[in-house]
């Protein structure tokens, strides 16, 4: 499997560099090739969500981000199943690293936990105010 980097321009998208435009022209003209494309991750947007779950524990009784990130994982669905040594099945959450989850996919996540913590944890809060939150949080 081959790696590019493209950017969009207009209608279209062109290599951003000059390794990404070598690559491309060994596609000869007219071949068809498949693309799977990925989203680099923002780790300012990264440092947004951890924030949100600091909001999270310092305004409930949880004690710590993990525990509120593993929950969160199991209330947005994002788990597998699996069997474990006694034969019992278990929730698995998923990751949300950098290498499993792209920027697109975490924006969607991102904004479904928003909606999540305000109906299951801060049900008092409105969004603009976990907004501002978490402003405060990252600005620290």
Known sequence: MTTINLIRKGDYFVPSLEEDLEKLTKVKFGEIIQVTFKKPRNSKFHRKFFALLQIVVGNTDYKNVNQVLMLMKL????????????????????????????????????KQAIHKVLSDFLTNWEEEHVNQAIEQVIRF
Do not use: A
């Open 75 to 110: 209330k947005l669905g994002y788990f597998e199943f699996i069997v474990n040594t006694n034969g019992k099945l278990v929730y698995m959450p998923k990751s949300i690293s950098f290498g499993k989850m792209d920027e697109i996919e975490f924006q969607i996540f991102y």
